[in-house]
C-alpha cells in the first residue's frame, strides 16, 4: 500500500479504538468490572481491529475486490437487523445471539470504513483511477481560466474581423499559462522570464514547432486589485491596448496566424500572454543537433511550399542563465538569436565534388553570399543592462499593459555563414528532409540555443513557417 494508505489505516484505528473505549466505559459501568471489561474486548474492540485490517486488505486486493466488498455490504445491514430484533444496545458475552450480532457488526462496519479509507487514498492503485471524477483533477496549465480565455478569443477574432482577417482557434501550448502565472508570482511583465528564456524558447520547450510570437500584458506595481468583478472588462482593456501599439497590432492581426494559446492569471492584478502561431508544418524529426549534424524531416502542409532555392536560417542566443527582476523590469521586446549561419540545398550534388574546377566554383559561391550582410534588429539585452539605469512603470496606464519602447529596438548588419546541405529531399507532396554539417559554426559559438528557423512561400510570398529552439550543450 501506499504511504496515504497506511496514513488512512492508521488514523481510522485511532477513530474506531476511540468508540471501542467508549463501549468500554458503557459496559464496565453497567456490568461491573470484569464482566464488562471481558466484554468490551472480546464483542467490541478486537472485532473493531479484525474488521479493520480485512477492510484494508479487502480495499488493496487487485483481483476478487469486487466479491469481498459485495460480502462486506452484505454482512453490515443483516448484523443491524439481526441486534435490532434482539433489542440489544450493548455486547454481553453471555448472550449468544447478541454477541454473535456485534461480532458482526463489528466486523463488518470497520471494514468498509477502513476499506474505503484505503481505496480512496490509495494513489498508487492503478484501477482507482477509473472512479476517479474529472473535476477532482488539476486542470491542465492550458485549461485554467478556460472562460476567460474563451471570451479574450472572441475579442481577438472580432479585432481580426474588423480588418477582414480570417478568426483564430484557441491553441493549447501551455506555455502561454505557465508564463502568466510566473510573471503573476514574481510580479514583473515582460516577454522574458526568471530562467532567462525568451518566449520562442518556452514555446518549443512545450512542445511547439510552428512559427509563433508572443504579446504580454500585466500588472507591474501589483496593488489592489477585484479581479473577479473587473476580469472582463480588463481583458478587453488588454486587447485594445495591443491594438493601440504597432507591433502588438501586427502580431494580432498577422494573416498567417492560425491559432492562438491564451495565459491568464489573476491574484492581485490578471497579466495576459496572447502566444500566436501557424499551423504550416508537421515534422516525422523534429529539428536535432547531434555532434553538429543538423537533421529533420516532415511535410508541409495549409498550403506551404518549400522552396529548393531558399535555405534554413540558425540562430544563436548565449547559453540561457537567471534573471533578476530588476532586470526582467526592463525589458519591453525581444528579438531571435544572432543568425549564424544559412543551410542551402546543394546546387552541385549532381557534380563530382572531388574535381577542383568544382569546388573552387563552390568556394565562390559561398565567399559571394557571405560577404552580403543581412539586417538583424535587436532589443535591449538583459544580461548587458545597468541595474541602475531602470526606470519606474508606476504612472500612465500604456505601461500597465507593458508595451515597447521604439528606442529600445536597434537595428545592424550580420554576416552569416553560408553551408550546403549532404542531404536534401523536397517531394511534390510536401514532403522533405535535410541534413547538415554546422560543426564549424558550432565550433565557433558553443554551447547555447541554436533555433532552427524553416521559411516556405505562402499565397506567393516568403514566409518563416517553423522556429524550433534546440539546447546544446557543445
Known amino acids: 500500500m501506499a504511504e496515504w494508505s497506511l496514513t488512512a489505516v492508521a488514523l481510522g484505528l485511532i477513530f474506531l479504538l476511540g468508540i471501542g473505549v467508549v463501549f468500554a466505559f458503557v459496559d464496565t459501568f453497567s456490568s461491573g468490572i470484569s464482566s464488562g471489561l471481558s466484554a468490551t474486548l472480546l464483542g467490541t474492540i478486537v472485532p473493531l481491529l479484525v474488521g479493520a485490517l480485512f477492510g484494508a486488505l479487502a480495499a488493496s486486493h487487485k483481483g476478487r475486490r469486487v466479491w469481498l466488498w459485495a460480502i462486506l455490504c452484505g454482512i453490515l445491514p443483516i448484523s443491524l437487523f439481526f441486534l435490532a430484533f434482539n433489542k440489544c444496545y450493548r455486547c454481553d458475552a453471555s448472550d449468544g445471539n447478541n454477541f454473535a450480532a456485534h461480532w458482526l457488526i463489528g466486523l463488518s462496519a470497520p471494514a468498509l470504513f477502513i476499506g474505503f479509507l484505503v481505496w480512496q487514498f490509495d494513489v498508487d492503485d492503478p484501477e482507482r483511477e477509473q472512479y476517479r471524477l474529472t473535476e477532482e483533477a488539476e486542470p491542465s496549465p492550458s485549461d485554467r481560466y478556460h472562460a476567460e480565455k474563451v471570451a479574450m478569443l472572441e475579442m481577438i477574432n472580432e479585432q481580426r474581423r474588423l480588418a477582414a482577417v480570417s478568426p483564430l482557434r484557441l491553441g493549447h501550448n501551455e506555455a502561454a499559462q505557465l508564463h502568466a502565472e510566473a510573471m503573476r508570482d514574481d510580479c514583473f511583465v515582460s516577454h522574458w522570464d526568471t530562467d532567462g528564456l525568451k518566449p520562442y524558447m518556452r514555446y518549443s520547450l512545450e512542445g511547439g514547432y510552428q512559427y509563433n510570437a508572443e504579446n504580454v500584458g500585466g500588472f507591474y506595481d501589483c496593488g489592489p486589485f477585484d479581479p473577479y468583478e473587473d476580469v ?198 510536401g514532403e522533405f528532409s535535410m541534413r547538415a554539417d554546422i560543426g564549424n559554426v558550432m565550433a565557433d559559438y558553443g554551447s547555447g540555443v541554436y533555433t532552427v528557423t524553416i521559411v516556405a512561400t505562402i499565397a506567393g510570398e516568403l514566409s518563416p513557417i517553423s522556429v524550433y529552439a534546440v539546447f546544446v550543450d557543445w
Open 232 to 429: 472582463e472588462a480588463t481583458l478587453e482593456a488588454y486587447v485594445l491596448g495591443f491594438m493601440d501599439s504597432e507591433g502588438h497590432r501586427e502580431t494580432m492581426l498577422d494573416p498567417l496566424y492560425r491559432k492562438v494559446s491564451i495565459g491568464i492569471a489573476t491574484n492581485r492584478g490578471i497579466w495576459v500572454v496572447q502566444h500566436f502561431e501557424g499551423e504550416y508544418i508537421e515534422f516525422d524529426e523534429l529539428p536535432s543537433l547531434d555532434g553538429g549534424i543538423l537533421s529533420m524531416s516532415g511535410h508541409v502542409k495549409e498550403g506551404a511550399q518549400m522552396d529548393e532555392d531558399v535555405g534554413v536560417m540558425i540562430e544563436y542566443d548565449p547559453p540561457v542563465r537567471e534573471l533578476t527582476i530588476e532586470q526582467l523590469e526592463q525589458t519591453q521586446c525581444y528579438n531571435p538569436g544572432l543568425p549564424v549561419a544559412i543551410v542551402l540545398k546543394n546546387p552541385f550534388d549532381e557534380y563530382d565534388l572531388d574535381d577542383p574546377d568544382v569546388r573552387v566554383e563552390i568556394y565562390e559561391m559561398l565567399a559571394s553570399l557571405e560577404d552580403s550582410p543581412i539586417p538583424h534588429e535587436e532589443c535591449r539585452d538583459p544580461y548587458k543592462m545597468d541595474l541602475a539605469d531602470s526606470y519606474s512603470r508606476s504612472d500612465g496606464s500604456e505601461s500597465r499593459f507593458g508595451l515597447g519602447q521604439p528606442d529600445e529596438i536597434s537595428e545592424r548588419e550580420v554576416y552569416v555563414s553560408f553551408m550546403l546541405a549532404e542531404e536534401w529531399s523536397i517531394t511534390n507532396f
